[in-house]
């Protein structure tokens, strides 16, 4: 009976705590974002990570089927391991809903219309090859831009923090190395 108190003790303090801290995950434009599958604000879907959609027009009927529509290169010959962004252009201020993604070292950020599949805005960021890529501990992999208040968030690998205009690209916060 203790044992079972116990448990059940511990499992009610753990949901009241995950309660609680999920309040301050992101303010409310992004977390409708969030709960709109037609879009991917947070880099696993939502704040579980669940990554994937609740889209319906892909499943074990149809799946088979698939094929490549369109394919971007960024440039970069090496690992890619962040998923993209797709924003609507309510939340960019650009006429159209815009995807966003990223590259391995050197880390640049592209806008890409996806009305016209045209690059609205490129970052490229000046990064020290030789005092960064010798101390990357996976190859020169990143895992994915953020979203917030406007900006696309990017943590390039020299460790600076960068935060662009998502309607133009223009770095508008930096944070340099800790």
Known sequence: ?????????????????????????????????????????????????WRYTELKQINNTNAHKLQAAWTFSTGVLRGHEGGPLVLPG?????????????AAFPNNVFAINLDTLEIVWEYVPVQDYDETVPVMCCDTVNRGLGYGDGKILLQQADTTLVAMDAKTGKKSLVCKKW
């Open 90 to 102: 309510s939340a960019t201020g650009l006429p159209h809903d815009t995807l966003y993604i990223h």
């Open 1 to 49: 009976m203790k044992t079972s108190f116990k448990r059940w003790l511990i499992a009610l303090t753990s949901l009241i705590a995950f309660a609680s801290s999920s309040a301050v995950l992101a303010n409310a434009s992004v977390e409708k974002l969030i709960a709109d599958p037609n879009y991917w604000a947070f880099p696993g879907g939502n704040y579980w990570n």
